[in-house]
């Protein structure tokens, strides 16, 4: 074998061995869902990111029953800058006010997801702006894309076939889903703005919304779960 060939060999031996050990990690960020369940951002800057405790617990109840699945019930509340955010796969953030991360939350929030990490943001009204911001923060080489009805989030387990749904109204406006991306295509944060699909996961006596409105945004919520762990 001449030496040009045998580099060539190690080389691409090297370069399968990398890809091998990328999988792999995705699929542990992946898989770990059923073990550690959902988790809450807690951020700086003066919005409520506290509210509503009783979505996560509501909704995972409902995708266990759904998708027979054993998500844990309790919520884990988690900080940008906690190393402990790696153990979280999927971490959801909401709020109606300011949301500010420093440099190092922004550098660790990057790593977290591009190591395969979710994030669902849902504007609770009066985030956007600040999420928007902050997101090109950690990500300034990329754009929040829009995701229409073919996207398969809207019909990979119930289906959607308007898209988004609208839970609250707030300004009127239509519902908006969005995403970002990675080179690859995996889709690392999902936005939604003038919808509120969690407050439809809260208790029926928080919001008072109809059996049908919860039973929706149930839906869509399992619809993510379903996504994340059949991609």
Not at 26 to 54: M, T
Not at 105 to 111: M, T
């Amino acid at each position: 074998m001449h030496q040009s060939e045998y580099r060539k060999l190690i080389l691409s031996i090297v370069w399968g061995c990398l890809i091998l050990l990328q999988s792999t990690v995705l699929l542990g960020v992946n898989s770990s869902i059923s073990r550690v369940g959902f988790a809450r951002l807690q951020y700086e800057g003066g919005g409520d990111w506290y509210n509503d405790p009783e979505v996560l617990p509501n909704l995972t109840r409902y995708v266990n029953s759904a998708l027979s699945t054993n998500l844990p019930i309790d919520q884990i509340v988690v900080k940008a800058a906690d190393t402990k955010l790696y153990d979280s796969p999927f971490v959801y953030v909401t709020g109606h006010g300011n949301i500010r991360f420093t440099d190092r939350e922004v550098q660790n929030l990057r790593d977290w997801m591009l190591r395969g990490g979710f994030l669902y943001a849902d504007d609770d009204y009066g985030m956007d702006q600040s999420f928007r911001r902050e997101i090109k923060r950690i990500f300034p080489e990329y754009s929040l894309t829009e995701l229409d009805e073919s996207f398969p989030l809207f019909n990979c387990y119930y289906k959607f076939p308007k898209g988004l749904p609208k839970i609250h109204k707030h300004d009127e406006k239509r519902p908006q889903a969005f995403g970002l991306f990675d080179e690859s295509g995996r889709l690392m944060a999902l936005y939604t703005y003038e919808s509120n699909i969690s407050d439809g996961w809260a208790d029926p006596s928080t919001h008072s919304d109809p059996p049908e409105i919860r039973e929706t945004a149930l839906q869509f919520g399992t619809n993510i779960v379903y996504y994340l762990i059949t991609r």
